[in-house]
């Protein structure tokens, strides 16, 4: 159950035979329905998860309506890790779009490994500046960049989940009505045909 999330921090730093008894210990299996949440926008993330299995969005809302502004699969991390942290209100909402198998740890077992663990800082440290790096630059592009831009953006992060994502949401993501979407497609589409 727990190999891929201990596969995964391998990669990053040395664990020894006990630091991985304690990982394995520290995240707990935990099961998301399709549409439940994970997080919801004025609570506080109590928990870090490592999905094992499924799909998640981040949403936030925005002028009455949902801005889709990330979506996270299998072996990757999920969290508003600013809220975990600083045990503040999360303004951000994070829901599963499909079943979801998840490890979940929590605040203190998080410190527990930073300090008991030869490397758990490491850990820490590389997880967290890569969700903050993501996070960034997503909330970023949902201000700064026009549909097309996000739609692109969309193709080129996520094209490998394209067929897992209801068209709703790939709409929510880009910032526009779904009926728009399906003619911006066939206009890429159009656009990137090879000529002869």
């Known amino acids: 159950m727990h190999s891929e999330l201990i596969h995964l921090f391998k990669q990053i730093a040395y664990l020894s035979e006990a630091d ?3 990982i394995k210990a520290s995240f707990k299996p ?3 329905g399709k549409g439940e949440y994970f997080l919801k926008a004025g609570d506080t993330n109590q928990y870090i998860g490592f999905l094992r299995k499924g799909l998640v969005r981040y949403f936030v809302d925005k002028n009455e309506t949902e801005a889709t502004f990330e979506f996270t699969k299998e072996g ?6 600013q809220s975990f942290n600083s045990h503040t209100l999360s303004i951000q909402n994070i829901q599963a779009i499909e079943d979801c198998e998840l490890l979940l740890i929590n605040f203190h077992d998080v410190q ?3 300090n008991h663990t030869q490397n758990g800082n490491l850990l ?3 997880i967290v500046e890569h969700r903050f790096d993501v996070m960034v630059n997503q909330l970023l592009s949902i201000y700064m960049q026009n549909p097309e831009e996000r739609y692109k953006r969309f193709v080129a992060n996520y094209s490998s989940l394209a067929q897992r994502i209801p068209q709703y949401l790939i709409a929510s993501y ?4 779904p009926q728009s979407l399906s003619r911006m497609r066939k206009r890429f589409a159009q656009e990137n045909k090879p000529h002869h």
């Open 20 to 22: 991985i008894e304690l």
């Open 30 to 32: 935990h099961f998301l």
């Open 76 to 81: 990757e991390f999920i969290a508003d890790y």
């Open 112 to 114: 527990y490994i930073f």
């Open 124 to 126: 820490g440290r590389i």
């Open 174 to 177: 880009v910032g526009i009505q």
